[in-house]
């Protein structure tokens, strides 16, 4: 099968993204974690059901011991990380990317803990919503935006200078679309001032614009989404979220959008 522009893109992407924070990368750490078979036993700091949660749990009441911190935001799960409150913190690549940047006591290992796909959330309620969401994510991925969006953010010519813009003469007659995320997630969604800005919020604005919608993005915790899109107060759920098999007996998802991989983080 032909792989998609879209995956062609994000891989170019991450190993730009990896070269430009390589310096980050270390053979030895003082945590005594140097892969994946290091985790039993340690102290795992994740943000509150994140697929590193769901992933982390597989360790937790093991005959090693190993203990699962969770926090309700990434950046908290680092801090304990830095205060020494646990050993290492499970979190999508891009983000830590972020995280390590601003903090040289920091570092991620050099083998990834899982690769994942995310996609939007949607009600099983609304298979309707579900199926116009995914025609225009394939317009999107077809025409290029959605590589546009993405290569915003994540390369070596990013910081956000290039933002997806709306057409003029857009119809939004089918009313709002309410978007519930976790606005702490840089560079998928995350403030600039008092706007949320990143990867998806972009893309959210995107498929607005393609099927006639007026977005409106609630910041919430992340282990809300779900609730808030199965009740209704949500229409969709676009949080990096990956799609799982206990998240889908819970939730419909959209085609997948873009892969990306949960690494590992520890001190120096």
């Known amino acids: 099968?032909?792989?998609?522009?879209?995956?062609?893109?994000?891989?170019?992407?991450?190993?730009?993204?990896?070269?430009?924070?390589?310096?980050?990368?270390?053979?030895?750490?003082?945590?005594?974690?140097?892969?994946?078979?290091?985790?039993?036993?340690?102290?795992?700091?994740?943000?509150?059901?994140?697929?590193?949660?769901?992933?982390?749990?597989?360790?937790?009441?093991?005959?090693?011991?190993?203990?699962?911190?969770?926090?309700?935001?990434?950046?908290?799960?680092?801090?304990?990380?830095?205060?020494?409150?646990?050993?290492?913190?499970?979190?999508?690549?891009?983000?830590?990317?972020?995280?390590?940047?601003?903090?040289?006591?920091?570092?991620?290992?050099?083998?990834?803990?899982?690769?994942?796909?995310?996609?939007?959330?949607?009600?099983?309620?609304r298979p309707e919503l579900t199926e116009a969401i995914n025609g225009a994510l394939a317009e999107l991925k077809e025409e290029g935006t959605l590589d546009q969006i993405v290569g915003n953010y994540i390369g070596d010519d990013t910081k956000g200078t290039q933002p997806y813009e709306s057409p003029e003469d857009v119809d939004r007659s089918n009313g709002k679309l309410v978007m519930a995320t976790n606005a702490a997630f840089?560079?998928?969604e995350y403030y600039n001032g008092t706007t949320i800005v990143g990867i998806d919020a972009e893309m959210a604005q995107a498929i607005?614009?393609?099927?006639?919608?007026?977005?409106?993005?609630?910041?919430?915790?992340?282990?809300?989404?779900?609730?808030?899109?199965?009740?209704?107060?949500?229409?969709?759920?676009v949080a990096g979220m990956t799609v799982t098999e206990d998240r889908l007996k819970n939730i419909d998802f959209s085609d997948p959008y873009t892969t990306a991989t949960q690494v590992i983080i520890v001190r120096k």
């Open 1 to 125: 099968m032909k792989k998609s522009k879209l995956l062609t893109a994000l891989a170019a992407a991450a190993m730009a993204a990896m070269m430009t924070v390589s310096c980050v990368y270390a053979e030895e750490n003082s945590s005594g974690i140097n892969g994946v078979d290091d985790l039993p036993g340690k102290k795992i700091g994740v943000q509150l059901g994140t697929t590193g949660d769901i992933y982390a749990s597989d360790y937790e009441g093991d005959e090693a011991g190993t203990v699962v911190e969770r926090y309700n935001k990434g950046n908290d799960a680092v801090l304990a990380l830095k205060q020494g409150k646990v050993d290492c913190v499970i979190i999508d690549s891009q983000p830590a990317a972020k995280f390590v940047e601003k903090n040289d006591d920091l570092m991620i290992l050099e083998e990834d803990f899982a690769l994942e796909e995310y996609a939007i959330a949607i009600s099983k309620d």
């Open 186 to 188: 840089e560079p998928y």
């Open 208 to 237: 607005c614009d393609k099927l006639g919608y007026e977005l409106e993005i609630q910041d919430i915790e992340f282990d809300a989404i779900i609730n808030a899109v199965q009740s209704g107060k949500a229409d969709i759920g």
